[in-house]
């Protein structure tokens, strides 16, 4: 199908791209990587007047460590991070999904400010971003706000962004030492969403577990965070039965529905299994 009849804006600065989105408000979208949003609009689920291309907005695009903080540009393609030395040294939950995102085409162009804004709870990096802890930064033309991802996420496809709003960066706490972590994602075939994927991250301190994180995808409205999982495991030694502890609470905390990929009873099965899993995944690489 064809999307309905729409204008076409490239903004050339941030300033540009701000002052566009002020100008046309609900009746406006931002143009990313376009692989989320122009499938929308043929299937005219959205019909937006007024399209923002931000492609060629500098400055939007970097992966640097600066302020004890990672920071990662919106417009940051799925393929810039599957490929950054940085994020492949210091933020294996990142580095291991990453390649896992749909397949090298949609990566080449797909960017982690997209996969966030878009808000689809089957999207794989949102749920990496919350175990990490991460915020978001907001910017528009009056000034700007940092939220965090949980509060950010509302509902499927719904954001706390204001219409005169676009997302600049992502903001991750830097890297601790003796830190691991990494991402498990079933899929039916290579390629495809998440039936079931689990974020892990955690740092240990003088024996114990000094912060754990844990995002679900594809088993509840928006990506989920397992606080309840995370809160039990802070401060506890790192064995196999506190992760069996996580896993049965982070399974409690998913609301999957049965679908074409699998029941919800196999489903929260899954993050039962694959918490465990990545818990003692990222125990090993955080001893190492
Ligand atoms: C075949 C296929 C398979 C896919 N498989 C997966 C998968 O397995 N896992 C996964 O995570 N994703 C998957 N995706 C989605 C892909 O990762 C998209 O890149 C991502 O969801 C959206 O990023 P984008 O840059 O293309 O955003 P766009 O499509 O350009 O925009 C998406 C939405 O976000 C808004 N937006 C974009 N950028 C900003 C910004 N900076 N500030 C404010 N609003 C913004 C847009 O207005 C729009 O509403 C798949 C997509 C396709 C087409």
Same mark, same amino acid.
């Given at each position: 199908m064809l999307p309905s009849r729409f204008e076409y804006h490239r903004a050339e600065t941030l300033d540009e791209a701000l002052s566009l989105l002020a100008t046309y408000g609900e009746d406006a979208k931002v143009l990313a990587g376009g692989q989320s949003l122009i499938p929308m609009m043929k299937l005219r689920f959205a019909y937006p007047g007024h399209l923002v291309d931000v492609n060629r907005v500098p400055g939007l !695009?970097? +992966?640097?460590?600066? !302020?004890?903080?990672?920071? +990662?540009?919106? @417009?940051?393609? #799925? #393929? /810039? *991070?599957?490929?950054s030395e940085l994020i492949r040294s210091r933020y294996p939950t990142i580095a291991a999904a990453a390649p896992q995102i749909a397949d090298p @085409?949609?990566?080449n162009l797909g960017t982690i400010?997209?996969? +966030? &804004? #878009? =808000? !689809?709870? &089957?999207?794989? @990096? /949102?749920?990496?971003? @919350? =175990?990490l802890g991460a915020t978001v930064v907001l910017r528009s033309s009056g000034g700007s706000r940092e939220l965090p991802l949980r509060e950010f996420l509302v509902d499927t496809f719904t954001t706390q962004i204001r219409p005169d709003e676009m997302l600049t960066e992502i903001v991750v706490p830097a890297a601790e030492p003796s830190s691991g972590g990494t991402y498990l994602k079933q899929e039916r075939k290579v390629g495809d969403w998440a039936t079931v994927g689990v974020a892990v991250a955690l740092t240990l301190r003088d024996g114990r577990i000094a912060r754990a994180g844990i995002g679900l995808t594809s088993v509840g409205l928006t990506n989920l965070e397992a606080t309840e999982a995370e809160e039990a495991l802070a401060g506890a030694e790192p064995t196999d039965e506190a992760f069996a502890e996580a896993a049965r609470l982070a399974a409690a905390a998913a609301h999957p529905v049965s679908d074409v990929r699998g029941s919800a009873e196999y489903k929260r099965h899954v993050v039962d299994v694959y918490v465990r899993r990545g *818990? =003692?995944?990222a125990r090993e690489m955080a001893a190492a």
């Open positions: !695009d970097g +992966i640097e460590e600066r !302020d004890g903080a990672l920071r +990662i540009g919106a @417009l940051v393609r #799925h #393929h /810039a *991070l599957e490929t @085409l949609v990566r400010g997209g996969s +966030i &804004a #878009h =808000a !689809d709870p &089957a999207g794989d @990096l /949102a749920s990496v971003m @919350l =175990a *818990l =003692a995944r």
